[in-house]
């Protein structure tokens, strides 16, 4: 498949924004030789990113909300940004070597309405966040169960929503 027109002819209905930052991070990986993303690989990611907008726009993610990620880089590290962003809303990558005093300082300033976070970081979360009303979502790793007190990433998807374009001074 030729990249860009496989890709304009695949999402010619779906998010324009979101293929294209789906695409020009496609070419990145790809073209590092490290990572080798097919084209279904790209449309899942961009079909996975939509419905977890939609799971997030229904436990009240809105516009310039902030939403942490404490997590390991992944593909669910990806799924999550461009969720978030699909609603207008702003990812805070937080560094996962930080004390959880200092999660919590980031979480607390920011205004953070949620956060999401690998499984194997959960005490690091749990700590951070504790008494914090935001919501809690782990990023399950392959083999291991979601974390108690923390809702398992594959959950909060749901049915993708109309994503928001952001004004032309944004």
Known sequence: VDSQTGLEDAFRQSDAILATGIHHLWQLLSSTGIVNLTFADVRELAERSGRL????????????????????????FLEAIFGVNHL????????????PAEVRHLLEHSGSVGIFCDAELTDLGDV???????????????????????????????????????????
């Open 128 to 170: 951070a966040t504790a008494g914090l009303d935001v919501f809690r979502i782990a990023v399950p790793a392959p083999g291991r169960s979601a974390a108690q007190r923390w809702e398992p990433l594959g959950e909060v998807r749901s049915t993708r929503v109309e994503p928001v374009i952001a004004a032309g001074d944004d």
């Open 53 to 76: 907008a939609g799971g997030l726009r229904a436990r009240g993610v809105d516009t310039g909300d902030v939403v942490a990620l404490l997590s390991y880089n992944s593909v669910e």
């Open 88 to 99: 207008g809303a702003v990812v805070m990558p937080v560094n996962w070597r930080l004390a």
